[in-house]
C-alpha cells in the first residue's frame, strides 16, 4: 500500500478483508457494508450578536436493528467521511458485543473550547432540535450517546430538548445515554469505555497462548503501558490498568506534547494537572516532550492509542515498538499502517471490541430508561437478607460446636453486601467483554486463514448482521 486512505476507505478495506473470506452474496455484502443515509444539516444560532452558521451529520450505517446508537463528536474535524465510517464501526461493534442495534453516528463542526457553556448549551440544543425533528434523535429510532468533545452535559441538554419537543413521551429519558445520573444515567457510564478496555486486557492475558502471539506472559501487573490521550476513554482506561492490575504507565501523550517517566506516572495527578492548565507541559512527575507523536514510538509493552483516529500510520507504523496494541480510540491504526503492524508481528485488539464498553453500558442505561426502575432495587435487600441468614447459621453453628472456627476477615462484610446498579453493570460489561472475546478468538484460533483478531472480529460480527439480514428476508 502507498497512499494512505481516508478513515472510510480504511474500514472499508478492512471490511472487505474478512468479507473476502466469507461466502456472502456479492448483493448482501454490499448492503451490509454500505451507509445506509447521511443527513447534513446546517443551522444558524445568535451568538455574540452575530449569526453563527454550523454544520452537523448524523449517519445511520445499517438498521437491521432499531434504534440506531452512536456517538455524537463535537470537534472542527468532523466531516462526513469521519462520522461515516464512525457510523459503520458502531454496526461491526454493536454486532460484536451483542446489544441490539444497529449503527449510526453524528458530529457537529465546532471547537468546544472556543464557546462558553451557555454558548455551547444554545448550540447543542439547537443541533438536537434539528435531530429530534427528522427522528435522528427517538428512544425507538436513534440514540445518540457521548463521544470526543462531548460528555454528560451535553446529553443533559439534549435529552431536556427532547422531552420539550416530545412533553407526553413517557420512555423520552431513552432518547440518549451518557446522561448524568439525575436526568436518567446510570452508574458506570462514565468509566465504562476505559474498563472496557481494562477487562478486554484482563481477557487477553488470561490466554498465556493470545499473550505469547504479542510475545508477552503473565498478567497485566509490571506491564509498561504508554496511552495517548488522557480525555473520558483513554483516563478511565489508564487509571484502572495502573491502580488495579499494576500496569506502569510510562508515557502519556496530549495534544501540547507528553510526559515520560519510567517509573510510572501518577493518573489522577496528571489528569489534575491538565484539568487546571489545560495541557501537560509544566507536569512535576515526569519528563516533558515537546513533540508527543514521536513517544508513540517509543518501546513499551501496550500502546493505547484513546485520542482520535489515523494516529499510527504509514509515516510511524514501521517505528512502533509496542508488542500490544489495544485500539481504545475509533479507528487509530490506519489499514496501511495495519499490514505494516502485522508484518512485524504486533498483536492489535481491534476498536470495534476494545472501545465497546461504551456502548455496552448504554444499552444498559436505555434498558434502565424503558423499564423506568434502577438495577437492583427489585432484589438488593432480600439477596443481603438471604446471605445474613446463611452467616447467621454458620455462626449458630460454630458457637455450638466444640471446633472454633472463625471467618475470614473481610469475608462477611463482602458477603452480605447485595449487587447496586453499579456493581451490576461492572459485571454485565465484564461479561460482555469476557464472551465479545472469546467468539472473536476462536475464529482467529481455529481458521488458518485468519492471522489476526481484527478480521476475526469482522467475521464474527458480518456473519451476525448477515444472519440478522436474511432472516428479515433480504
Ligand atoms: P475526549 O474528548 O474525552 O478525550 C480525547 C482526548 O484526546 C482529550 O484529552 C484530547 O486532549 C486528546 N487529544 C485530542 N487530539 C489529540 C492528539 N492529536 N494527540 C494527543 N491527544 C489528543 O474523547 P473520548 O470520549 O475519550 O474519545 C476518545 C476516542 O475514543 C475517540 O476515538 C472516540 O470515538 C472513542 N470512543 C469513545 C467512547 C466514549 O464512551 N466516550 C466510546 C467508544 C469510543
Known amino acids: 500500500m502507498t497512499a494512505e486512505p481516508s478513515f472510510r476507505e480504511s474500514v472499508d478495506l478492512m471490511f472487505n478483508r474478512a468479507a473476502d473470506l466469507m461466502d ?49 463528536r463535537f470537534s472542527l474535524d468532523v466531516h462526513q467521511d469521519e462520522v461515516e465510517a464512525l457510523a459503520a464501526l458502531m454496526t461491526y461493534k454493536c454486532a460484536l458485543v451483542q446489544t441490539p442495534f444497529g449503527g449510526s453516528k453524528g458530529g457537529l463542526c465546532v471547537d468546544p473550547r472556543a464557546w462558553d457553556a451557555h454558548e455551547m448549551e444554545r448550540i447543542t440544543r439547537r443541533f438536537a432540535y434539528e435531530l429530534a425533528k427528522r427522528d435522528l434523535i427517538d428512544p425507538a429510532q436513534n440514540v445518540p450517546a457521548p463521544d470526543m468533545g462531548t460528555g454528560e452535559r451535553e446529553m443533559a ?118 484539568i487546571e492548565t489545560g495541557g501537560v507541559k509544566g507536569f512535576l512527575g515526569g519528563e516533558y516532550v515537546e513533540d508527543g507523536k514521536a513517544i508513540l514510538e517509543m518501546d513499551c509493552d501496550i500502546l493505547i492509542p484513546a485520542a482520535m483516529e489515523g494516529v499510527i500510520n504509514l509515516s510511524n507504523a514501521a517505528n512502533v515498538k509496542a508488542s500490544l496494541i489495544i485500539e ?27 472501545n465497546a464498553g461504551g456502548v455496552t453500558v448504554s444499552y444498559f442505561e436505555w434498558v434502565k430508561n424503558l423499564s423506568h426502575i434502577r ?83 469482522y467475521l464474527v460480527s458480518i456473519d451476525r448482521i448477515a444472519q440478522s439480514y436474511t432472516s428479515k428476508g433480504l
Open 328 to 354: 481504545a480510540a475509533n479507528g487509530p491504526i490506519t489499514a496501511g499502517a495495519d499490514e505494516i503492524l502485522r508484518e512485524k508481528g504486533v498483536v492489535i485488539i481491534p476498536d470495534m471490541y476494545a
Open 24 to 72: 456472502l452474496s456479492p448483493g448482501l455484502r454490499e448492503k451490509i457494508r454500505v451507509c445506509n443515509s447521511t443527513y447534513t444539516v446546517r443551522f444558524g444560532v445568535r451568538l455574540r450578536g452575530e449569526i453563527v452558521t454550523f454544520t452537523g451529520y448524523r449517519s445511520v450505517h445499517s438498521e437491521h436493528f432499531e434504534p440506531v446508537k452512536g456517538g455524537l
Open 157 to 274: 441538554w439534549i435529552v431536556d430538548e427532547y422531552r420539550r419537543m416530545n412533553t407526553t413521551d413517557i420512555n423520552a429519558a431513552a432518547c440518549v445515554t451518557g446522561k448524568p445520573l439525575n436526568a436518567g444515567g446510570i452508574q458506570g457510564r462514565v468509566e465504562a469505555t476505559g474498563r472496557g478496555v481494562q477487562y478486554a486486557l484482563r481477557e487477553f492475558f488470561r490466554y498465556p497462548e493470545d499473550a505469547a502471539k504479542a510475545g508477552l506472559t503473565g498478567t497485566l501487573d509490571g506491564k509498561t503501558v504508554i496511552v495517548q490521550g488522557l480525555g473520558n476513554v483513554g483516563y478511565h482506561a489508564a487509571k484502572f490498568v495502573s491502580e488495579e492490575d499494576g500496569a506502569i504507565v510510562t508515557a502519556v501523550i496530549e495534544r501540547d506534547g507528553a510526559i515520560v517517566n519510567r517509573d510510572g506516572i501518577n493518573i489522577d495527578i496528571l489528569k489534575e494537572h491538565i
Open 375 to 457: 438495577f437492583g432495587r427489585m432484589q438488593r435487600r432480600q439477596e443481603e437478607s438471604r446471605h445474613q441468614q446463611l452467616i447467621d447459621e454458620l455462626e449458630r453453628l460454630s458457637a455450638s460446636s466444640d471446633l472454633k472456627w472463625t471467618l475470614s476477615d473481610g469475608f462477611k462484610e463482602k458477603y452480605l453486601k447485595g449487587a447496586g446498579e453499579l456493581e451490576l453493570v461492572r459485571s454485565g460489561l465484564d461479561d460482555t467483554m469476557r464472551e465479545a472475546y472469546q467468539s472473536m478468538r476462536q475464529v482467529w484460533h481455529e481458521r488458518d486463514d485468519v492471522e489476526d483478531l481484527r478480521v476475526a472480529a
